[in-house]
């Protein structure tokens, strides 16, 4: 099998632009390039397979998930792209605060049940993707901004892309395979008819950043801050610091009780942010840095996370809830095995796309899924702020929230559905 080299200095800038080098074939095309994206594509590379990226925006390009766990660390340093991450100067993070009303129950990511990265950042979107995906192009993938997928044709031997860039130029690239990390773009469910009812109510999310002036141990900026509204459960909000004193704030409800029209957002979050007692110490009156932005119906599922040709990483395969930060840790897990998978296929092993990809990543995902229904239901709340905690357990639950839920040592893994349930009973019962 022919390996292609990675490129010299020369060609770098090449790979991150809009020019259309000629392409007839490659070995994967990636559509999207966000984390998954990125991530995927300098797996890939490692493995000598020629890549080519294709992304509908221009980055930078602002971004929601800004705050990383821990476990996505891993596949950040297995892909190549942990010492550019960690140089870029972003917001430490070690764990998570959760507060209502008068209760504050703090999880540190370092003491938890699985071993592993405890620490990592909250990053401004625009920043940590665009320094992912430029890892890519200097490991040797091809990147091409404005570009975007018309259709995708698995009839034949190889799949077909059709792609037009931005001048309205069309072209059709053959490719051995193809992954599918368009994010909330979801490209092939959508051309391919792949979209699946979801099992989680229709949300939405209001959200800007403010400078927050915080004074010194005024709060933990190495943690995001989840707080419950006061009067209702089902509502919540973050607070997530983020380097140069910005912090970026949102909350979180069914979508009606969202519902506003985009002049009167601003106003809409300010008085929730009022509300919520922590929130409205920490930030009050500062000022919104950007427009109160409006994101809804995120939440998405679908048939089959891979079918003859194509795979579907992150989101958009399924996205869940934002409320643990789960996002951009399935999506880098979904790279990491995505890749693993197809990697035994190019080299002609026989491979079971479901037994090696799809069943593993659900897992992950489902052990988040028991996670955040138990959030809206109250359950887990009662979990996180029950006085008397177990150390043990505790570390199990600090694992989870830290992004490891594919570790099946942790019980609350192997069997969260039933773990947590249980676990409820005694502190309620008690």
């Not at 950042?121 to 490991?139: G, K, P, S, T």
């Not at 979904?334 to 491979?351: C, F, I, M, W």
Request: aromatic share 10%.
């Amino acid at each position: 099998m022919q390996r292609n080299a990675a490129p010299g200095k020369q060609t770098i800038e090449a790979n991150l632009g809009t020019h259309v080098m000629k392409h007839t074939a490659v070995d994967v095309v990636i559509i999207g390039a966000g984390p998954a994206g990125a991530v995927a594509a300098a797996l890939l590379r490692k493995a000598g397979r020629s890549v080519l990226v294709l992304e509908r925006q221009h980055f930078p390009r602002f971004s929601i998930g800004e705050s990383l766990l821990p476990q996505s660390m891993a596949y950040l340093e297995e892909a190549g792209m942990l010492q550019a991450v960690v140089e870029a100067g972003f917001q430490y993070k070690n764990g998570a605060q959760f507060v209502y009303r008068d209760q504050s129950s703090s999880f540190d990511f370092r003491d938890k049940h699985s071993a592993g990265w405890g620490t990592t950042y909250q990053v401004e979107r625009a920043v940590f993707d665009e320094i992912l995906i430029r890892c890519a192009a200097e490991q040797g993938a091809e990147v091409r901004f404005g570009h975007t997928v018309q259709a995708v044709h698995t009839e034949g031997a190889a799949p077909l892309v059709d792609v037009s860039d931005e001048a309205g130029h069309a072209y059709r690239i053959e490719a051995r395979f193809v992954f599918d990390a368009s994010g909330f773009g979801r490209v092939l469910p959508r051309l391919l008819n792949l979209e699946a009812p979801t099992r989680m109510p229709t949300r939405a999310a209001l959200f800007s950043h403010v400078y927050d002036g915080l004074a010194a141990g005024a709060s933990d900026r190495n943690k995001i801050c989840v707080a419950t509204h006061p009067e209702r459960r089902d509502v919540w909000f973050w607070m997530i610091p983020l380097a140069g004193g910005r912090s970026s704030v949102g909350c979180v409800a069914e979508s009606s009780f969202l519902d506003v029209p985009e002049s009167e957002r601003e106003a809409k979050l300010r008085a929730l942010i009022r509300k919520e007692p922590t929130l409205n110490r920490l930030i009050g009156d500062a000022p919104f840095l950007m427009p109160v932005r409006h994101i809804g119906g995120y939440s998405a599922n679908v048939e089959r996370l891979h079918g003859p040709g194509y795979a579907l990483l992150g989101n958009a395969g399924e996205f869940l809830d934002p409320v643990f930060s789960s996002g951009v840790t399935i999506a880098l897990r979904s790279a990491h095995l995505a890749v693993q998978t197809l990697n035994r296929q190019l080299d002609g092993e026989p491979v079971d796309w479901t037994a090696q990809y799809d069943v593993p990543l659900r897992k992950g995902i489902d052990t988040f899924r028991a996670f955040v229904e138990r959030w809206y239901t109250g359950e887990l709340q009662d979990i996180i702020f029950y006085p008397d905690q177990t150390p043990s357990i505790r570390r199990m639950i600090s694992a989870v929230l830290a992004g490891y839920a594919w570790d099946e040592s942790n019980p609350y893994v192997a069997d969260p559905v039933r773990r947590l349930n249980a676990l409820h009973e005694v502190c309620t019962q008690r």
